[in-house]
């Protein structure tokens, strides 16, 4: 049981570059949440998923796109990076129902030059 | 609309001394309560959780934090710390009705316990 995984763990992209950030989950959650987090601000969440084929803008969406074909991925794309995206990004997932606490992946650490 | 206050960004305590972590709430309903713990270069693990009931949580490493709805404040503490709680911890605040991704973090509290 792996839990949340999360593929690059690092990445340097320049300005304008894009990339896609995969998320992997192996405990049948229906939810699924991209957040950024940056020094003394938390996390903010980008993108959230109810379920397969379902997204929905969080706080800071703008510069992000995602996707969720099959219940146990969330992709995490951006089309033309800028320096404003640098940031530690973390996928996490839950339960549809219950308390809704979140279990978190490793991180992606991206730095955009 | 729900927010997160968690009183001081970074806070120093001594190994085998009291560990208080302050989080202030404020919310439109009766909320779910948390508090998550970030160890360097990992991702965020649940330490508690307040839903319904005793007021007073236990988590794990002998951490436990008390639900005070008068004050609105969900503080995190530990008897003695222990070289080992040096971590960022987090506190957040979900909405029952509105499902998990209404959860809201706050800015985390850095620990760090000298020797």
């Known amino acids: 049981n792996a839990g949340v995984t999360q593929t690059p763990k690092f990445r340097v992209l320049k300005t304008g570059q894009s990339m896609t950030l995969l998320c992997a989950q192996d405990?049948?959650?229906?939810?699924m949440y991209w957040y950024r987090q940056d020094p003394g601000m938390g996390l903010r969440l980008i993108h959230y998923?109810?379920?397969?084929?379902?997204?929905a803008k969080g706080e800071v969406p703008d510069g992000y796109n995602v996707s969720r074909l099959k219940k146990q991925n969330f992709l995490l794309g951006l089309e033309s990076a800028a320096p404003s995206q640098t940031s530690v990004y973390f996928c996490?997932?839950?339960?549809?129902?219950?308390?809704?606490?979140?279990?978190f992946g490793p991180g992606t650490r991206l730095t955009v030059t | 609309a729900q927010s997160v206050t968690q009183l001081g960004s970074h806070v120093s305590v001594s190994e085998g001394a009291l560990v208080l972590l302050r989080c202030n709430y404020s919310?439109?309903?009766?909320?779910?309560l948390f508090w998550y713990v970030q160890y360097p270069n990992q991702g965020l693990q649940l330490l508690l959780k307040?839903?319904?009931?005793?007021?007073l949580v236990k988590g794990i490493n002998g951490f436990e934090a008390e639900f005070k709805k008068s004050e609105t404040s969900f503080h995190l503490t530990k008897p003695s710390a222990h070289m080992s709680d040096a971590a960022e911890y987090f506190c957040?605040?979900?909405?029952?009705?509105?499902?998990?991704?209404?959860?809201?973090f706050g800015a985390g509290t850095r620990l760090f316990v000298k020797a």
């Open positions: 996490a997932s839950s339960f549809s129902r219950g308390t809704y606490e979140q279990y």
């Open positions: 405990m049948n959650h229906e939810y």
């Open positions: 998923s109810v379920g397969e084929g379902t997204t």
């Open positions: 919310s439109s309903v009766p909320p779910y």
């Open positions: 307040y839903t319904t009931g005793a007021t």
């Open positions: 957040a605040v979900s909405d029952p009705k509105s499902g998990g991704f209404k959860t809201i």
